[in-house]
């Protein structure tokens, strides 16, 4: 006489048992991660949301583009303010990862940097003390960064370098230069590092350009090459909108194939035609997020 089966062990209910609970575990995961990247996001948003300071010689402009990857939040930022003697600052950087940590730590870099400037104003010496401060916190995270002040008074623009892509700087006069000035470590790697600072007169009307490296560097794309299409833009356009050739500059990236979010700050300096110094007052623009 048959006997009835019995369910043995491994059989099609503890296996579908075990598919259920890893696709709980899974879709738990996923959750988790989402609510990480939209922690990230909120993060990044809350420092690019500030506005960049214009006056008269000087207008600003950045663009920001997202990484490819939905589930990668990088750490790009830029940013711009006015300090306590008058001039302004301007930093552009990139924090080592792309996840909640990196979005974290960028905002915690600016806010260095901000308060660093209300003691001094000098680039070399802002970086310097954001570095010993970052070194201090041991976050296991490095930033490279690039700070630059411009005083209205004498139309001097001073930059100091952390680690980050060099500029580019071209003039309506012909000068088109990618910037290879010496720097310093990234911050927050070595306490006590010194970081060199240049001053330049800004006589013509001309812009100076910072990006980070995700808008001129790819898997297959050098970063000379991405350096050199970024100078081409601005050698081309001296004297346009800066909102416009910074829309302009932030699709370099399209071109690299980068899995990597990217930034792009433009500072436009000299007084076009019909923009004399009498005829301007100090204002405010907001920064635009570009379309990755």
């Given at each position: 006489?048959?006997h009835?089966?019995?369910g043995?062990p491994?059989?099609?209910?503890?296996l579908?048992?075990?598919?259920?609970?890893?696709?709980?575990?899974?879709?738990?995961r996923i959750?988790?991660q989402?609510?990480?990247?939209?922690?990230?996001v909120?993060?990044?948003?809350?420092?690019?949301?500030?506005?960049l300071?214009?006056?008269?010689?000087?207008r600003?402009?950045?663009r920001?583009?997202p990484?490819?990857?939905g589930?990668?939040?990088g750490g790009d930022?830029?940013?711009?303010?006015?300090?306590p003697?008058?001039?302004?600052g301007?930093?552009?950087?990139?924090v080592?990862?792309?996840d909640?940590?990196a979005?974290a730590?960028?905002g915690q870099?600016?806010t260095?940097l901000?308060?660093?400037?209300?003691?001094?104003?000098?680039?070399a010496?802002?970086?310097?003390?954001?570095?010993?401060l970052?070194?201090?916190?041991d976050?296991?995270?490095?930033?490279?960064?690039?700070?630059l002040?411009?005083d209205?008074v004498?139309?001097?623009?001073?930059?100091?370098r952390?680690g980050?892509?060099p500029?580019?700087?071209?003039?309506d006069?012909?000068r088109?230069?990618?910037?290879?000035?010496?720097?310093?470590?990234?911050?927050g790697?070595?306490?006590?590092?010194?970081?060199?600072?240049?001053?330049?007169?800004?006589?013509?009307?001309?812009?100076f350009?910072?990006v980070?490296?995700?808008l001129?560097?790819?898997?297959s794309?050098?970063?000379?090459?991405?350096?050199?299409?970024?100078?081409?833009?601005a050698?081309a356009?001296?004297r346009?909108?800066?909102?416009e050739?910074?829309?302009?500059?932030?699709?370099?990236?399209?071109?690299?194939g980068h899995?990597?979010?990217?930034?792009?700050?433009?500072?436009?300096?000299?007084?076009?035609?019909?923009?004399?110094?009498?005829?301007?007052?100090?204002?405010?623009?907001?920064?635009?997020q570009?379309?990755?």
């Amino acid at each position: 006489m048959p006997h009835p089966r019995t369910g043995a062990p491994g059989g099609t209910g503890d296996l579908l048992q075990t598919l259920g609970d890893l696709t709980g575990r899974i879709l738990d995961r996923i959750k988790f991660q989402q609510a990480r990247v939209e922690l990230a996001v909120a993060l990044q948003r809350q420092v690019l949301a500030a506005e960049l300071p214009v006056l008269p010689g000087l207008r600003a402009a950045g663009r920001y583009a997202p990484a490819r990857a939905g589930l990668d939040i990088g750490g790009d930022w830029y940013d711009g303010f006015r300090m306590p003697d008058g001039s302004v600052g301007f930093a552009i950087g990139d924090v080592q990862g792309h996840d909640v940590e990196a979005a974290a730590m960028m905002g915690q870099v600016r806010t260095c940097l901000r308060a660093v400037a209300t003691a001094t104003t000098d680039p070399a010496e802002v970086l310097r003390r954001t570095n010993d401060l970052l070194v201090d916190m041991d976050s296991g995270l490095f930033v490279t960064c690039s700070f630059l002040r411009f005083d209205p008074v004498t139309n001097e623009l001073a930059d100091a370098r952390a680690g980050h892509v060099p500029a580019v700087w071209a003039t309506d006069g012909g000068r088109c230069d990618i910037v290879l000035n010496e720097g310093g470590l990234p911050l927050g790697v070595q306490a006590g590092e010194s970081y060199p600072s240049t001053r330049r007169a800004l006589t013509d009307v001309g812009v100076f350009v910072l990006v980070t490296d995700g808008l001129v560097e790819g898997p297959s794309y050098p970063i000379e090459e991405g350096l050199e299409r970024v100078a081409a833009l601005a050698g081309a356009a001296c004297r346009s909108d800066p909102d416009e050739l910074a829309a302009q500059i932030i699709k370099v990236a399209d071109a690299t194939g980068h899995s990597d979010d990217a930034a792009v700050l433009v500072l436009r300096h000299g007084e076009l035609p019909g923009q004399g110094r009498h005829q301007r007052r100090p204002q405010k623009q907001r920064r635009r997020q570009g379309e990755g």
